[in-house]
Every structure is written in structure tokens, then in C-alpha cells.
């Protein structure tokens, strides 16, 4: 069908389509800042689009080399558990991280910065009576297996502060020799921000963004350490300044340089590191390499909150741990609660909040057991309307791509997304006699359906993880015993309650080994939990 029947046959549906197109340009164009301050990347399209918190509207994602997006992202600091608003951002970020690779087909090289040296790991070395090597390692382990069990993707390389020393020195010996960096009395480093004219470019400093520092030499309150000299049983590191450790924005800095060089495609995090410390980052960075821009584009997450607005926070004591909420919760619950909201938002995290996710999260994965049951022949209900669920399916494919091209809006694709879902099951649970048998329809948008959701990271337990084909056939026949039985009870007349009672407690203890028996009519269907 070319694009003129097209329009004939969605007259409607196009005209507003183009008049929503022509409104978004003209609203990204009024919206978009000066754009001084932020120079167009040449190399190759991708056809996606991300915000730009520079600009202050989407700009088109290009790549320096074609097909190969270089990323790098704040990892933690480990000096204590990650809590469930660590969890979101890198929930949210593992979801474009997969939207781009999975989707997209973008071959991404993702690389994390573990922060495994600072005050706040010093403070809780001493406070343990831990070396603070024991300490890091113990916390970094847990939360690589705290991600693992969230199902978010190792990145292609996780980087210590403490392995990249040697480079962090260098980096800082140049910048002071490039007068961009000076040493104090005491063998600190700070960068001189005054030289850099540049400064701001993400974000206009507040006076309550600039945290006082009373150092000796200090020449400005905005300029900030690039090299800590050492206290009193302080760990510390060799430097031509004496000795010392790295300061908290140059390790990033140093990292993402000797793996990527002078240019970094996407460099990502919470919304609270834009600034000070990917301020800081963009401005030594620049200057050390001589460039005007040394990351592309930056991606800033929305914070998960409590209800009031109230973040989440170690220092408010506030914070639920990913173990503890794992245990009233599945990764699959929180990856939805991060997909029904666009990544930039906030979120604000309650019990009702999760049961909206639980709720979708159940209906999805009910839709697609529903469906692989109607296509096995073990579901005797429905009608299938085929050229109303194709057609609904075609759309809905359409906008999810839209969505995702445009600033991986995952809100509005789940939207599109649950929209399919609710007519497919009006279709399924339409009981007619005779029953119809329109299967391509259901399998395709099953097919779909799972796909899809897997690209976003949600993990399906079903059968098809079973490694043992024989005991689906032993479920089969069980059942078929049972639905016999019942049948007979439910044809007797009175009805043999006993045995119905006791086909009631099958599908109850069945339940407990996460295999869900679902009765309609004379009918019995089975799927995994």
C-alpha cells in the first residue's frame, strides 16, 4: 500500500499526525536556547533524537563513527548499599542503553566509572576499622550483584578511580602546564575556572550550587580540586605536588579520556551530578584536549522521590535498599515503574505508585500466557476481529518507533502499548458460540508483545525457560485428569461439591510452585507464574 492509499484510508489519523509534526517543530524551535554554546557533532545520523540540556531541546543524535555510540556513565561510590533511587537511574539508563542497541541497532560501548576512593569512603574506612581497599571491594560486589538481579546489562568496562591514578596525574600535570590548573601551598591542585569562558555551559552556577571552600590559595569559590593533598592517616598516592588523592570530577574525566580520547558520544547520570560535576568535567576536559566540546550529548535521569517531593537520601536516612525491596517487589515492577515514566521525570516512589506497575506489569504478562494458550488450542473463547487487531497492531508498532526515536519515550510506547493489549483481551475474552479460530492475529501480536518488552528489559518467566520438556507434558497430563474430573463433578446433578472443593485446592497448591491454573466453563488452561 503506497502512501496516497494510505491517506485515503486514514484521512484523519494522517492529517493529525502532520498537524502534531508541524506543531512539534515549530515548538522545539521556539523552545531551543542559544545554541552558542553547543556545536552539531559531524558523522552519521541515527534518526533518533535527544533532549539537550545545553540547548534545552531535542537535537538530533549523531554519531562520530558510523553505527558506534561511545558512552560513559557515573558509576557508584562505594562506601555503602545502593538503595532503590541509585536503582531507577540505572534502571532508566540500561533501558536506552537497550533501545539503542536492541532497537536501533547501534552497537553501544558503555563504560563506568567506580568511584572506589573518597572523603565519604575514607570516613566509613575509619568509622569500620576497615582499609578502605576492603571496604570498596566488599560494596562493589554488592552492587554489581544488586544489578545482576535488576537485570541490567554489564557495561563493556567498569573502571576503578584507584586503576587509573597514573592517568589522572598526567591529566592534572597538564592542565597546569596549559595554566588551567595551579598548585597550592599545602600540594592540592585546583582548576582555574576563570580561564575557561566556557563555564556554565549546562548549568548557571547559584550562589547556593557553590559549595564555600576556605583553602588557602584558593583563588576563586568556583574552582574546584583536581588533587587533594593528604591528611593524617589519610590513604594517598605519589604526585609531583606531593602526596595525595584525586579530586571527585577529574577521575571521570580521566577515565572517559584514556578509553575514548577527545570526544565521548554520550556521557550520562542523575540529574544532580549536571552540575557541579559534569561542569566540571566538560570544562577540564576541554581544555586538556583543546576542544570546544569534549561530550556530545548529556543524559540527566529524573531522581526517584518519596511522597512530598522528598528525596531519597543516605544523609536523610530515608532510602529503601534494593534487597529489601526485593523482597516485596520484582525487578520486573521496578523496570516498569521506570518505563511508564519518561526518563527525565521524577518519580515518586509508594505502595500505591507500585501496585500501578505490579497491576501492568500482571496484565501484560497475562495477555501474552493468554495468547500462547489460544494458539496451543487451550483456550475455547473469543472472537478475533484479524483486520481490526492487525490494524491495530501496525499502529501501535508505528508509534512505539516514533516514541523511541523521539528521546526514548517510553511512557508514551507503554501508553500505545497497553492500548493494544486492552483489544486484544476484549477479543479473547468475547465468549461467542461458534467459537473462532483466528490464530495468525493473536500469535503475531503475541510475538510482538514479547519482543518488544524484552528489548526494555523485561524478563519473562515462562515455559519456554523450563530445561526439562517432560515436565510440561507431566503438568499436561495432570491437568487433563483433573479437568475430566471436574467436568463430571460440575455435570452431576446436585453438583459433587467435595470434588470441586478439592479440584479448587489443586489449583491453590499449584499456585505455590508458580504454575497458574485458570478454569472457563469445561475449559482449563495452565501457565507459569
Keep these: 500500500m503506497n502512501i496516497t492509499h494510505r491517506i485515503g484510508y486514514y484521512p484523519t489519523l494522517v492529517t493529525c499526525k502532520l498537524i502534531q509534526v508541524c506543531k512539534c517543530f515549530v515548538n522545539t524551535k521556539a523552545k531551543c536556547q542559544d545554541k552558542s554554546k553547543w556545536t552539531k557533532p559531524v558523522g552519521y545520523e541515527t534518526n533518533v533524537s535527544i533532549y539537550n540540556p545545553i540547548t534545552k531541546c531535542k ?24 538503595h532503590i533511587g541509585h536503582a531507577t537511574t540505572y534502571i532508566k539508563s540500561d533501558i536506552f542503553r537497550r533501545i539503542l542497541s536492541d532497537y536501533f541497532d547501534i552497537d553501544v560501548l558503555l563504560v563506568m566509572g567506580i568511584t572506589d576512593i573518597d572523603d565519604k569512603i575514607i570516613k566509613r574506612s575509619i568509622e569500620s576499622e576497615k582499609d578502605f581497599e576492603t571496604l570498596s571491594r566488599h560494596f562493589e560486589n554488592e552492587f554489581c550483584a544488586d544489578m545482576n538481579k535488576l537485570n541490567i546489562r554489564e557495561p563493556y568496562l567498569r573502571c576503578r578511580v584507584t586503576n587509573y591514578v597514573p592517568q589522572i596525574i598526567q591529566f592534572i600535570e597538564r592542565l597546569i602546564a596549559k595554566d588551567d590548573g595551579y598548585v597550592t601551598k599545602d600540594g592540592s591542585v585546583y582548576f582555574n ?32 580540586a ?44 542523575g540529574i544532580d551530578l549536571a552540575f557541579p560535576h559534569h561542569e566540571n568535567e566538560e570544562a577540564q576536559s576541554c581544555c586538556y584536549h583543546g576542544v570546544n566540546q569534549w561530550v556530545n550529548y548529556w543524559l540527566h535521569c529524573g531522581h526517584l522521590n518519596l511522597k512530598g517531593n522528598v528525596k531519597m537520601s543516605k544523609s536523610l536516612k530515608n532510602t529503601i535498599s534494593i534487597q529489601d525491596f526485593l523482597e516485596n517487589y520484582s525487578a520486573n515492577h521496578l523496570r516498569m515503574l521506570c518505563l511508564l515514566s519518561h526518563y527525565r521525570n521524577n518519580i515518586e516512589f509508594s505502595d500505591e505508585i507500585m501496585q500501578n506497575a505490579v497491576s501492568v506489569t500482571k496484565k501484560l504478562d497475562n495477555f501474552i500466557n493468554d495468547c500462547d494458550n489460544y494458539v496451543a488450542g487451550r483456550f475455547k473463547t473469543g472472537e478475533i476481529d484479524e483486520n481490526l487487531l492487525f490494524a491495530t497492531l501496525y499502529d501501535t508498532r508505528s508509534q512505539v518507533h516514533s516514541a523511541l526515536a523521539d528521546d526514548f519515550d517510553t511512557s508514551k ?22 467459537h473462532s479460530n483466528n490464530v495468525s492475529a493473536i500469535a503475531a501480536v503475541s510475538n510482538y508483545l514479547s519482543n518488544t518488552l524484552s528489548k526494555f528489559g523485561i524478563s519473562r518467566s515462562t515455559k519456554s525457560t523450563i530445561e526439562n520438556k517432560q515436565i510440561e507434558d507431566i503438568i499436561d497430563h495432570f491437568l487433563n ?28 497448591c499449584l499456585s505455590t510452585c508458580r504454575i497458574i491454573v485458570k478454569d472457563q466453563q469445561n475449559v482449563s488452561s495452565w501457565s507459569w507464574k
Design 481 to 508: 485428569f483433573r479437568a475430566a474430573v471436574r467436568i463430571r463433578a460440575l455435570e452431576q446433578n446436585p453438583k459433587d461439591t467435595i470434588i470441586l472443593k478439592e479440584c479448587d485446592n489443586v489449583r491453590k
Design 413 to 434: 510506547a507503554m501508553h500505545a502499548i497497553i492500548n493494544l493489549v486492552g483489544i486484544g483481551n476484549k477479543m479473547l475474552h468475547k465468549d461467542t458460540t461458534p
Design 59 to 82: 537535537m538530533p543524535l549523531i554519531l562520530k563513527t558510523k553505527n558506534i555510540l561511545k558512552w560513559y556513565m557515573c558509576g557508584p561510590t562505594v562506601y555503602d548499599s545502593a
Design 226 to 269: 583536581l588533587w587533594k593533598a593528604a591528611k593524617a592517616n589519610e590513604p594517598f598516592w605519589k604526585s609531583p605536588w606531593g602526596h595525595g588523592r584525586p579530586g571527585w570530577h577529574i577521575e571521570c574525566s580521566a577515565i572517559a579520556s584514556t578509553v575514548f580520547g577527545n570526544s565521548v558520544d554520550i556521557h550520562s547520570g
Design 193 to 224: 575556572t576563570s580561564k575557561y569562558d566556557k563555564y556554565g555551559k549546562l548549568s548557571t552556577p547559584l550562589q547556593s550550587d557553590v559549595v564555600t571552600d576556605q583553602h588557602i590559595g584558593k583563588k576563586s569559590a568556583l574552582d574546584f
